[in-house]
């Protein structure tokens, strides 16, 4: 019975913690993901640029 106490108190302790926490609004929500899809379509691209030159280069000394 003493693990419920713990786990009740645990439960207790995220939700005093949760509360503590400054939730980002509407609007800076959707920038900062917008920001971060848009890096990584950006960093997807580079890579795939990246990969078809070395590939090409591949090709070319294999060929």
Do not use: C, Y
């Not at 980002?24 to 899809?37: A, H, K, Q, Y």
């Not at 950006?42 to 990969?51: A, N, P, T």
């Amino acid at each position: 019975m003493r693990i419920f106490k713990r786990i009740g108190k645990f439960l207790h302790e995220v939700r005093v913690e949760l509360k503590k926490v400054n939730w980002p609004t509407r609007r800076e929500f959707t920038i900062f993901t917008s920001i971060v899809l848009s890096a990584v379509v950006v960093i997807g691209v580079f890579f795939w640029i990246l990969d078809s030159i070395f590939l090409a280069v591949l090709q070319l000394v294999i060929g």
